[in-house]
């Protein structure tokens, strides 16, 4: 039995888990693993890969994204080399932006 949802999520949000649930669930069912296997090489409970495979908002990303690697689907569109150089962009834009936002308690006084 699936985790109720505590908070609301956006159509495309829960579509896009439900989408990557079915194709973790046919990837594996394609190279003949047993959702106990998955479980077990992924370091999860059975009931947690049943519930990501259903498409479960609740589920952790770490533990979504193992299962996915652990049964081949590719979650971006770049093999290991061009994820870890996008990792090395993003990091390096990253440290030239601000590291929080905040709102101005100044109000602008643009009546002149």
């Known amino acids: 039995m699936a985790k109720p949802i505590t908070r609301p999520y956006s159509r495309y949000s ?9 194709l973790i669930r046919r990837a594996r069912i394609e190279r003949k693993m047993t959702t106990t296997e ?3 090489r992924a370091g999860l409970s059975r009931g947690l890969v049943q519930r990501i495979e259903k498409g479960d908002p609740g589920c952790g990303i770490g533990a979504v994204f193992e299962a996915a690697a652990i049964v081949g689907v590719r979650l971006f569109d770049a093999d290991q080399t061009a994820l870890t150089n996008a990792i090395g962009t ?5 440290t030239l932006l ?5 709102v ?3 109000e ?3 009546d002149f």
């Not at 601000?98 to 905040?102: H, I, N, Q, T, W």
Request: hydrophobic content about 50%.
């Open 38 to 40: 998955l479980a077990e």
């Open 108 to 110: 602008a006084k643009d």
């Open 14 to 22: 829960h579509d896009a888990v439900v989408m990557l649930g079915q």
């Open 98 to 102: 601000p590291k929080a936002v905040r």
């Open 90 to 94: 993003n990091t390096a834009i990253l």
């Open 104 to 106: 101005s308690k100044v």
